[in-house]
């Protein structure tokens, strides 16, 4: 009887310790193993009070406790599960409570089966979302606001580890179960990652297919094994064995489920049986079929001399940068032990597309930018007067000479800069008066400027909006949109480019008790399209949500004199939050929001990117407000910019390239194929002509694009010229024009 009671106990006491630590890896991601009962929360883990509480609030509810007040002070996972324990006793609560709310759960992970478990690895891992809050149902973009790029990333891992020969999914896969339901339409189930055959091992038919964490507890074997096994042949030439073991496992060490101490035990036996050079990285070799290469090539007199280049052309990595299908997502999440490895993977591969003229990103002006500019090619080391159309200075006032000698005197006047923030020392009676003129261009009530636009997003958004509201916005907005609405905690809706998908969406959580934002560009950065604010301002007020209006490419194109987006469908004011940047058509620096005076006044001390940055310096905003002076009293510019707008816009409508929709001073040359368009964009180059080459992840794949930016200062012969530019350019690298 005795030894009855005292296992229950011990089955109850494991019963707890396991819902805590599933509770802990939910909050956290943390994997179970890495709590130990000793590693201080903070200090070992980085697990702070706040997220400590939402752990025990997780916890005392599914435990039905009356008393759900968090305690302070728990330091440790030991701390933690007395504390529970004596709460349980408290409350009168028998222990086996806790093995049937365990037993309950246990039930809940069984039905997930491998796949889905990988699936959801896959996804947690780059989407932040709890394993809990990943619904299978739920939209991906509209419901849980993955949007493309996050998606094109996620798809090619799970390719990886499924074994798939070609990385190809069809479109339209818009939840986590579509994907799950299509990898078992393909078989895909039956090839998860999973241990090379160990010697002795089952037949293949006989062996099962393991969840990656189940092959990570195996792993170090199987791989000791590996390198024995290398270890007993010629290493000039390896055995059929020994090959046929490395070809089962193209796939990474990581993604086929091996934990980092094996990796690094792996990488220790490189260095000391292979001589492994200390400046190379397992990165380096990071399958098992590198792997075999480099045994192949390190014999013991060539380690010396042995670098990463040698590394690459073993693999036959480096292939024309031409032909070299990458794109910058792929080095967004290289594994390594190593933070910096991904960086000098990116830049072997960045310099190749440089010096095939493919990568003109960055070139250094050496003039004033007006409609044509020199500039000093890195690569070539050669300089060249360029049309420009990549430059957002709409109105020309970055080279007006008032506007010049406004930030000169405002130099003199008052510095270089305060160097301080707004709220400390940073303020100047400048500032304040940018502030009051762009609230008047805007009619508005308030303003607060910002350092940047980019900085005016993720301030505003992240202030007004918490994890109890929704942000819905527009899936091509702007990134410093998105990341706005990552980093306000509040739960991202994001609707397909339509006012019938974002009602769509609203209707979805029309019930919702929190607050809502609906966030949009007012001109589509890369897409030149205007939003439809008439009848999105219509949809917030039927679904009570507050809408944002983001000004960057408005602000002194769109409207009668320029004050954006909301006066040119005539509905100044009507907006509840018009955002901007001084950095385009205003010629200077900075961001600014333009709202009510109460909700301008509790950003000035909510917005982190206001409270805790450096403002502008005084000169910007004096040549800024002369920028203002100058648009409102010569409208003529206002009206050259849009004569030049329709005049090349003309001329590429009628040689049969698709813009898109757009109606702004961007215009977009779609082509969709990336290599074709890099193609198109140094043709463009090399004929005098410098616009922006847009591939993923600036725009999604299949969607790539030149982005051409019409400034007043354009004259007819330059419209013209660009025009049959782009039209020979095109010719050249076989895109189809009418003319």
Request: glycine fraction near 8%; hydrophobic fraction near 40%.
């Amino acid at each position: 009887m005795t030894e009855q009671v005292f296992a229950d106990t011990q089955q109850a006491e494991e019963s707890l310790r396991e819902l805590v630590l599933s509770a802990l890896q939910r909050h956290t991601e943390y994997a179970q193993e890495d709590f130990d009962d000793d590693a201080d929360f903070e200090g070992d883990l980085g697990v702070d009070s706040i997220t400590l509480a939402s752990v025990q609030a997780e916890i005392y509810q599914t435990l039905g406790l009356q008393n759900k007040s968090v305690q302070a002070g728990l330091d440790n996972v030991g701390q933690l599960l007395r504390h529970i324990s004596q709460r349980l006793q408290k409350e009168g609560l028998s222990v086996a409570t806790v093995a049937q709310q365990t037993a309950t759960a246990r039930r809940a992970d069984a039905q997930d089966d491998a796949l889905s478990a990988n699936v959801l690895d896959v996804y947690q891992a780059h989407t932040g979302y709890r394993r809990s809050e990943l619904d299978l149902q739920a939209d991906l973009e509209g419901d849980l606001g993955v949007d493309s790029v996050t998606q094109a990333a996620v798809l090619a891992e799970i390719a990886k580890l499924m074994r798939m020969e070609k990385a190809g999914f069809p479109a339209g896969l818009s939840t986590i179960a579509q994907v799950i339901a299509y990898l078992r339409e393909i078989g895909a189930d039956a090839a998860l990652a999973r241990p090379a055959k160990e010697v002795g091992a089952a037949p293949e038919s006989q062996q099962v297919s393991r969840h990656p964490a189940e092959s990570r507890a195996s792993g170090g074997g199987m791989w000791t094994d590996f390198i024995d096994r290398l270890n007993q042949e010629d290493v000039k030439e390896p055995s059929d064995a020994a090959t046929e073991l490395a070809d089962q496992f193209k796939l990474s060490f990581l993604a086929s489920g091996f934990g980092q101490k094996d990796i690094s035990a792996l990488h220790d036996r490189l260095r000391s049986e292979h001589g492994m050079p200390a400046h190379l990285s397992l990165a380096d070799c990071d399958t098992p079929e590198k792997l075999l290469q480099y045994i192949r090539a390190s014999r013991p007199h060539q380690v010396e001399a042995l670098g990463a280049e040698h590394l690459d052309a073993a693999y036959g990595a480096n292939e024309a940068a031409e032909n070299d299908p990458r794109t910058m997502k792929d080095f967004v999440n290289l594994p390594d032990r190593d933070l910096f490895h991904k960086t000098r993977e990116f830049r072997k591969f960045y310099v190749a597309k440089q010096q095939a003229q493919l990568y003109w990103y960055g070139m250094p002006l050496e003039s004033q930018c007006r409609n044509r500019a020199v500039i000093y090619d890195e690569v070539t080391g050669r300089r060249r007067e360029f049309l420009m159309f990549a430059s957002n200075n709409y109105l020309g006032l970055a080279n007006h000479p008032e506007v010049i000698e406004a930030i000169a005197e405002g130099a003199r006047r008052y510095g270089a800069t305060n160097t301080g923030c707004r709220l400390i020392g940073g303020s100047n009676v400048l500032h304040k008066e940018l502030e009051r003129r762009l609230a008047r261009l805007k009619g508005r009530e308030a303003c607060i400027v910002y350092p940047s636009g980019y900085s005016a997003n993720l301030g505003c958004i992240s202030a007004l909006a918490g994890r109890n509201d929704l942000v819905f916005t527009d899936s091509i907005n702007h990134m410093s949109i998105q990341d706005g609405c990552k980093l306000s905690g509040a739960s991202r809706k994001i609707y397909q480019h339509s006012m019938e998908s974002l009602e769509t969406t609203l209707k979805k959580y029309a019930d919702h008790d929190g607050g809502k934002l609906i966030v949009t560009d007012g001109v589509f950065s890369m897409h030149g399209d205007i939003v439809d604010l008439p009848r999105l301002v219509e949809l917030a007020q039927q679904y009570g949500a507050r809408v944002l209006v983001d000004d960057a490419h408005s602000t002194g194109v769109l409207g009668k004199t320029g004050s954006g987006t909301t006066e040119h469908f005539n509905m100044k004011g009507m907006a509840d939050l018009e955002l901007g940047t001084m950095s385009k058509a205003l010629a200077g620096v900075g961001g600014f929001v333009c709202a009510d005076e109460d909700v301008v006044e509790y950003l000035r001390f909510y917005s982190n990117s206001y409270v805790f940055a450096a403002t502008i310096p005084a000169a910007v905003a004096a040549g800024v407000i002369a920028s203002i002076d100058v648009m409102e009293r010569e409208p003529q510019r206002l009206s050259k910019l849009w004569s030049n707008i329709h005049r090349l816009r003309g001329h590429l409508l009628g040689a049969g390239f698709d813009l898109e929709h757009s109606n702004s001073a961007i215009i977009p040359v779609v082509v969709g194929d990336d290599r074709k368009t890099l193609e198109l964009g140094r043709a463009v180059r090399a004929r005098g002509m410098y616009c922006q080459t847009v591939v993923f992840p600036g725009v999604a794949v299949g969607d790539a694009r030149l982005r051409i930016s019409v400034t007043s200062e354009h004259t007819e012969e330059d419209l013209d010229m660009a025009a049959q530019i782009i039209i020979d350019a095109a010719k050249e690298v076989n895109i189809p024009v009418t003319l």
